[in-house]
């Protein structure tokens, strides 16, 4: 069997930051499911809970934004989290906009379940002195910042920077030798 020689610039999967993160996040995982499926939730739903322990109240377009889930997951985890009685929906009057609150129950069992998250955070990072660890939460902080600047949409340019040019209408032409508009017909 022929070995496929590398091509110029392949990284190891050493070196290879998604495939890193993603086996870091398996790991993790293997570790935390248990926390919140003991307790009838999802992960999406514990990722919702997070948030709004943190945040409350919040607009759930705004817990998309800070989980980076799709607006059907983060709203099936609302209306689980809603069931369950551990969070409430209000309409603020000034806005028209629904709120999503944390209520005491959902309160209480999230710093249930943080503790043991915490102590499976103390765990791994025992090998690491203090420094490291927010060494390596200032890192993640500027990757994440530039992955959420990355997926922005593009912005408009400016009016000043923008050509504007008038759009004929529909069936019309203007023509170079008069420079006036012409009907023109559909088959041309």
Do not use: C
């Amino acid at each position: 069997m022929k070995r496929v020689a590398k091509a110029a610039g392949d990284l190891p999967l050493e070196l290879n930051f998604s495939y890193r993160i993603s086996i870091l996040h398996a790991l993790i995982g293997r570790q935390t499911t248990g926390i919140y499926m003991s307790r009838g939730l999802t992960s999406h739903q514990w990722k919702v809970l997070s948030v709004l322990y943190r945040r409350p109240p919040i607009s759930a377009s705004r817990i998309t934004e800070l989980v980076t889930l799709d607006k059907a997951a983060i709203s099936r985890a609302v209306i689980g989290l809603l069931e369950l009685g551990f969070i409430d929906r209000t309409l603020d009057p000034m806005s028209g906009s629904i709120f999503v609150i944390l209520k005491d129950s959902g309160r209480d069992l999230y710093v249930e379940m943080m503790h043991e998250m915490q102590a499976i955070q103390t765990k791994i990072f025992g090998g690491l002195s203090a420094k490291a660890q927010r060494d390596l939460f200032a890192t993640l902080d500027q990757v994440e910042q530039s992955l959420r600047k990355a997926a922005e949409p593009p912005k408009p340019a400016t009016s000043s920077s923008r050509r504007v040019r008038a759009i004929a209408p529909v069936g019309a032409r203007k023509t170079a030798a008069d420079g006036k508009r012409k009907k023109v017909s559909a088959s041309k």
